[in-house]
């Protein structure tokens, strides 16, 4: 497995805890602006960095 599989799969994790976490901040009643900062922070974690991770491995490795 490449090192960029891994880097993938660590940011989506990150995501993902960062999601839970907004999650139970909506649910703690915490003021909104927390929740949006976590929940814009998870979708960067689990969207933008896994596809610029493989895009930018894909064509540095031809």
Not at 6 to 35: C, D, E, R, W
């Amino acid at each position: 497995m490449s090192m960029s599989l891994y880097l993938g799969m660590g940011s989506i994790l990150i995501g993902f805890i960062f999601f839970g976490t907004a999650f139970y901040s909506f649910h703690a009643q915490k003021p909104k602006n927390v929740i949006i900062l976590l929940f814009s922070i998870a979708i960067v974690f689990m969207t933008i960095i896994p596809v610029t991770l493989a895009v930018g491995w894909a064509s540095i490795n031809k």
